[in-house]
């Protein structure tokens, strides 16, 4: 029996209703209410994880082969994630979302050049704003966006060695870019798209700034990628993916892009497919646009059902993908049950390559990772971060209560991830791992740490580093206890001097961003707030 | 849970938007159906998707506050976090306020099949009726939504 409609009709029935969100505020007070009910004692039936509806059936043959498995990026289920903590929660700002395959993009962008810090961030009062604050100096802050500014996502924001920077956020759904070359003044914002209307946070753009002063923006669109590029003292050209068609009518479009560059100003971006996986593309320095969207596989032995997280670095004169990926076991009745037994698991595009290389696990089984993250060094060696609690049936497994979380680290040498390092000093309600990573294998690692299980009221930003053959220093805190603070962010240039950056509640709703520095052989300064 | 809140609540919101009308209760209606759905999961046994089981008691929480409430809802209203018109990826305003404007029973199909995805079959076990009379309310609402601009257009094309 034919449909009683078209799908021209169906699309645009679909478009008329995409306009429709439900209020994040009382979203978050739902979230609250739901979990809080789920965690009283009278719930005592486990949860049993079911996928949202989908009909397929996995392919029989094994993952090596590159055949089209359909996966989700909503892994979790079962029912001691229910008493897994969402993470330092803050009882009157946003809340963040600690163990889950996706962080909200709260954190602020940082860079650090020369002795020179420059921080990016989302003021909340409907602007986007930079400081650069010279060697020792005090941080001056500059507006970039223009009033009247609603549902801002972002900023991203990049630097190359010269000091040349692009940045992109999102305004009202509009993709914004500024520019400045190494000693200028930003440029003023443009329109480059728009991004699809079902995704919120996770439509934020990506940016990349080629050692030689290219630039180029990506972002999400439909079930596609487009993008930008602007050579130095050049005009914006405009490049789109042609992904494949979601299995499904009325998928999710394509969100989560990330973005990197490699020595030979090569870009590569990876971003969550419409409705299942992960896909990538380059844009060569000498082309004019994308290559074909691939969708990247991972080839650990097993069924694989789940992606998520995508974080890419530039190695050298290639390029690393890191991901979160979940097994199932079994189909049921056209849904699919969850396995647990997530990863994380890296992959590499060496330079000319047009396949990305065989996935190499990283986290140990008997853990659960959660959110990830990933730096490159100026010696083209990868860092790998990731918050990581123990899975049911381990020894290290707590039941009732909320079990804790660590930490794990995993440095490559010689361009191969040889083993995870278990971060002192990070255990409990921690999330939101951020990395810097200097010559030699020298790392920098920062994290949100909540002393006060849930509440958020008791929370700080920690940082460690670590020094290859000297081992771990002592991990200590570099911000004020209080409210939030929330995501982190990391930056270091080649001399050693460092910045981290955090966004902190204020009362209220209201966040501030709060920023420390570290000259290099030094001890971190004091917090303070950037205005 | 939190996970399953993330998976499962933006679907839950557009069934309960589907059913009432009403997009800015339909926040309280899915809250609500997701506490009744914690209270019986002991009831849920696998058998069909969980989305389908969640939606059935969204469904029945809509139709309680539509009952409590007993009005239409105030089309004039902005819908919540709607998008200014226009743009290669928005969708039209117009349209989107005939939908709304559909009857409960036409509404509550179309939003079910379109916008949350479910296939007819599913649907029928949604609303707890006969596959037939799901594809009977489709058929109508299509009728009545192809009195709008933006889907005019498209018959004279299939006609030519």
Known sequence: MSEPHTADEQTRIVAALSSLHPDPAATDRARAAVIGAAAAPSVRRPLRWVRPSLRFALPAAGIAAIGTV???SLPRGEEDRAAVPPGPQTESCVVQRGQTFRILPLEPAVAMRAG??????????RSIRVADAPEGGPFASTRLSGPDVFGTIGPAFEQNERGDGVAAWVDARQVVAVHRSA????????????VNADRGPYNGPAVAMAPDGTATVAWPSGTGLRGARRAPDGAWSRSATRDPAPLYPNMPGASEVAMATDDDGDVAAVWMLAGDGIGAATWPVDETGWTPTQKVLSTVSGPISMYGNARIVGSGRGFVLS???????????????????????ATRLPAGASTWSRAVRMSPRGEV??????????DGEVAVAWTATAAPGTPAYQRPGFPPRTLRVALSQDGRFRSTLLVPGARGTISSPALALGDGGQL????????????????SVRVITYTAGQGWSGARRISDRGTGPLTPALARDAAGNTVAAWMRCAGGRD???????RPAGADWGAATRVQ | MAELFDAHWHGAWRVAVGVSGDPAASEDIAQEAFLRAIR???????????????????????????????????????????????GPDGGSPELLAALLALTDEQRAVVFLHFWVGHTVDEVAVVLGVARGTVRSRLARAMTALRAHPDLQAIARVTDV
């Open chain 2, 40 to 86: 019986s999961l002991p009831g849920f046994d696998g058998r069909r998707p969980f989305a389908v089981w969640l939606h059935r008691i969204v469904v029945n929480t809509a139709i309680d506050h539509v009952r409590r409430e007993r009005r239409r809802p105030d089309l004039s209203q902005s819908a919540p976090g709607a998008d200014a018109p226009g």
């Open chain 1, 116 to 125: 020179t810090a420059t921080v990016m961030w989302n003021a909340f009062d």
């Open chain 1, 70 to 72: 359909l996966v989700l």
């Open chain 1, 511 to 517: 966040l501030v961003l709060q920023v420390a520095t």
């Open chain 1, 444 to 459: 920098t690692v920062a994290w949100t740490d909540g002393a006060n299980r849930n509440s958020g009221r008791n929370s």
């Open chain 1, 369 to 378: 990772p959660g959110q990830n993250t990933s730096v490159a060094g100026p």
């Open chain 1, 183 to 194: 000693g200028g003044e930003w440029s003023e914002p443009e329109v480059l798209g728009r």
């Open chain 1, 323 to 345: 991901m979160l990926v979940g097994r199932t076991t079994r189909v049921r009745d056209g849904g699919l049950i969850a396995a647990r037994d997530d990863m994380v698991v």
